[in-house]
């Protein structure tokens, strides 16, 4: 199948290998490994932190953070290094239920702020947390309807002011180019095939849109990323 044939709708019967619980362990920590650089050229959370964090953090000087499905954790990291780098301090609880992302994200190198857990978000919801911001990065394509709803409904109750869930945009372009630049860092891990298959899976704008429940909204994130977004009344915008 063509991937300009195969990106009219969503691919829900796609798997990405690092979903699969047998997939080969030394590839998925260098798939962990090498998400810096992928989320450093596209992912854009240094602009949403400085369009979105840092203002509030010019206010109160620190904020609590929640990011669901971090993965190997690097945007965790790179969000407490960057407010700290400002004179702030953000404190990250990043979570994640499968057991070999949280052994990899707490064999990296500690970051001040940032703690994880192998956990998912109802069961902080359950413990009545709260934070100031909940975020997830590349999760929403991963999950079906159900689990959608449900982590949207989570992150309203588990945010106080803001929730951010930064996910990729179909389409056959960024399909195209995400294969044509990005093959180096398949090498030896999932990175590649994966992101093609993640692309597969993503939501277009509209699509998002239709998906989430009333009070979210898709801003853009640069060319290949759509932004949903809450922010609870009376917060106001930070942008």
Same mark, same amino acid.
């Given at each position: 199948?063509?991937?300009?044939?195969?990106?009219?709708?969503?691919?829900?019967?796609?798997?990405?290998?690092?979903?699969?619980?047998?997939?080969?362990?030394?590839?998925?920590?260098?798939?962990?490994?090498?998400?810096?650089?992928?989320?450093?050229?596209?992912?854009?959370?240094?602009?949403?932190?400085?369009?979105?964090?840092?203002?509030?953090?010019?206010?109160?000087?620190?904020?609590?953070?929640?990011?669901?499905?971090?993965?190997?954790?690097?945007?965790?990291?790179?969000?407490?290094?960057?407010?700290?780098?400002?004179?702030?301090?953000?404190?990250?609880?990043?979570?994640?239920?499968?057991?070999?992302?949280?052994?990899?994200?707490?064999?990296?190198?500690?970051?001040?702020?940032?703690?994880?857990?192998?956990?998912? &978000? !109802? %069961? $902080?919801?359950?413990?009545?947390?709260?934070?100031?911001? =909940?975020?997830? +990065?590349?999760?929403? /394509?991963? *999950?079906?309807?159900?689990?959608?709803?449900?982590?949207?409904?989570?992150?309203?109750?588990?945010?106080?002011?803001?929730?951010?869930?930064?996910?990729?945009?179909?389409?056959?372009?960024?399909?195209?180019?995400?294969?044509?630049?990005?093959?180096?860092?398949?090498?030896?891990?999932?990175?590649?095939?994966?992101?093609?298959?993640?692309?597969?899976?993503?939501?277009? &704008? !509209? %699509? $998002?849109?239709?998906?989430?429940?009333?009070?979210?909204? =898709?801003?853009? +994130?640069?060319?290949? /990323?759509? *932004?949903?977004?809450?922010?609870?009344?009376?917060?106001?915008?930070?942008?």
């Amino acid at each position: 199948m063509s991937p300009w044939g195969s990106l009219k709708d969503r691919d829900l019967q796609a798997i990405e290998d690092m979903d699969r619980p047998d997939c080969d362990l030394q590839r998925l920590d260098r798939s962990y490994a090498r998400f810096p650089v992928v989320n450093r050229l596209l992912s854009g959370w240094h602009r949403t932190y400085r369009d979105r964090f840092r203002p509030v953090l010019a206010g109160s000087g620190t904020a609590s953070v929640l990011d669901i499905g971090c993965g190997g954790g690097d945007v965790a990291r790179s969000l407490a290094k960057w407010a700290a780098k400002d004179g702030f301090a953000l404190e990250v609880t990043a979570i994640d239920p499968d057991e070999r992302a949280y052994n990899f994200a707490t064999r990296a190198p500690a970051v001040e702020g940032v703690t994880y857990r192998r956990a998912h &978000s !109802a %069961e $902080l919801v359950a413990e009545g947390s709260s934070f100031d911001i =909940v975020l997830s +990065n590349h999760m929403l /394509h991963h *999950l079906d309807a159900e689990q959608l709803a449900g982590v949207l409904q989570d992150s309203e109750v588990l945010s106080r002011r803001l929730a951010l869930h930064n996910d990729l945009k179909r389409s056959n372009i960024a399909y195209l180019l995400f294969a044509a630049g990005f093959w180096p860092l398949g090498v030896g891990s999932f990175i590649c095939g994966d992101g093609l298959v993640s692309i597969k899976r993503s939501f277009t &704008s !509209a %699509e $998002l849109q239709t998906a989430a429940p009333g009070g979210w909204r =898709v801003d853009r +994130n640069g060319p290949w /990323h759509n *932004l949903l977004v809450y922010e609870h009344a009376g917060n106001g915008s930070w942008t």
